[in-house]
């Protein structure tokens, strides 16, 4: 009864579609606008905002990004 639940669930995320458009960082010597933004949606309760912020920060995919992203938070 459990597995069916789980089975379901797994079906649900492999079938779902973000609804935040990607948004990339194109100047990396402003990230600490984005993680500013980020902070400050978080601390307001925005999560649209916060969702946007982080994403600009991840689609970078550098592992010194992603360390001073944590680091801020």
């Known amino acids: 009864m459990v597995w069916s639940g789980f089975a379901s669930y797994f079906n649900y995320l492999q079938e ?4 935040y458009k990607p948004v990339g960082l194109t100047n990396l010597d402003r990230k600490w ?4 933004s ?3 949606s978080i601390r307001r309760g925005d999560c649209y905002h916060a969702t946007r912020a982080a994403s600009a920060l991840l689609s970078t995919q550098d592992p010194e990004m992603i360390r ?3 680091k801020r938070l």
């Open 33 to 36: 606008e984005i993680v500013s």
């Open 16 to 19: 779902y579609q973000n609804p």
């Open 68 to 70: 001073y992203l944590w």
């Open 38 to 40: 980020l902070q400050k």
